[in-house]
């Protein structure tokens, strides 16, 4: 689920993403997004960039793309 979530946040038009954001993406609540985002931050898919704020690195946008294609 993990790795559907994240494929689900890396298409993203914003490489930013509020919690806030990530919960309406992934239809969660707030307080399950955060664990799903945080644990992701330890996973090194995701950087947070401030209080409830994270980024989908670069390199991690791109590795998302190769997960999409068939």
Partial sequence: MRAQDFLLLSTSTSPFLSLTDSAGLLHREPAAAEN??????????????????????VLAQLYATTLQTP
């Fill in 36 to 57: 799903l985002l945080e644990s992701l931050v330890d996973a090194g898919l995701l950087t947070p960039t401030g209080l409830a704020h994270y980024q989908v690195p």
